[in-house]
């Protein structure tokens, strides 16, 4: 076969629930120097529902014992149902045993914008306490910046008034006609402010979630 050829290697369908993992595999695999595919065939969450991979999801071509990996890409966009994910080019030998192992960013409950898992916490908590809520942890500084219209979308809120200082959060002066100030937090505040709380502040944060680890075998099969 010809050389730099893209070729589909299995369809894998994938559970966020206990990273439980089904996968198809076709019988034969014609592989030399070329890109390896994973299409999505579904997926679901611990909830239930469908979720998609989400950018920053690292794709590796390995060996067989998984010590070395031939190739890793990280995609810049969510993968979903149906969709496929290219590794960069590889040389697979006739017959050998190898695998993709996916580690992919786990943000089923929150809401993954701007590269971050994102939650809105309740009025007076900390992102200390947000993230743990939700079974991860708060960046190191907590100063992710966060544009007001993500902001305003994730709490369902309409800013009166933006401001840039750190961290991202917003207050609500209900004795002002609901008047609602919105930080944004653009200029990038160099302390630390997961431990931030004011009883007037309902904080966004950017939380550090767990990620799954899926592993899929093939064998290359060469004309």
């Not at 070329?34 to 979720?51: D, L």
């Not at 590889?90 to 929150?110: E, F, H, I, K, M």
């Not at 914008?113 to 939700?134: A, D, F, I």
């Not at 505040?189 to 950017?206: K, L, P």
């Amino acid at each position: 076969m010809s050389k730099n050829m893209k070729k589909l290697i299995f369809t894998a369908i994938l559970f966020a629930s206990f990273f439980v993992l089904a996968f198809i595999i076709p019988n034969n695999v014609d592989a030399a120097l070329v890109y390896v595919g994973t299409k999505i065939e579904n997926t679901q969450s611990p909830e239930g529902g469908q979720f998609c991979l989400q950018s920053g999801t690292i794709m590796s071509v390995i060996d067989t014992d998984g010590s070395t990996v031939l190739n890793a890409y990280t995609t810049t966009q969510q993968a979903c149902a149906g969709d496929t994910i290219w590794s960069g080019l590889v040389d697979l030998q006739n017959q050998a045993q190898y695998g993709v192992r996916l580690r992919v960013p786990l943000c089923t409950d929150g809401d993954y914008r701007e590269g971050k898992c994102w939650y809105v916490g309740q009025q007076g908590q900390s992102c200390t306490t947000v993230c743990s809520t939700h079974g991860g942890t708060a960046s190191t500084t907590c100063n992710e910046s966060l544009s007001q219209a993500n902001i305003e979308d994730l709490a369902g809120i309409t800013c009166m008034y933006t401001q840039n200082y750190c961290p991202v959060y917003y207050e609500q002066y209900y004795w002002v006609l609901n008047y609602i100030d919105c930080y944004t937090c653009l200029q990038g505040s160099t302390y630390n402010n997961c431990g931030f709380s004011y009883y007037e502040a309902t904080r966004i944060c950017a939380c550090a979630m767990s990620t799954g680890t899926f592993n899929f075998p093939f064998t290359a099969y060469v004309d």
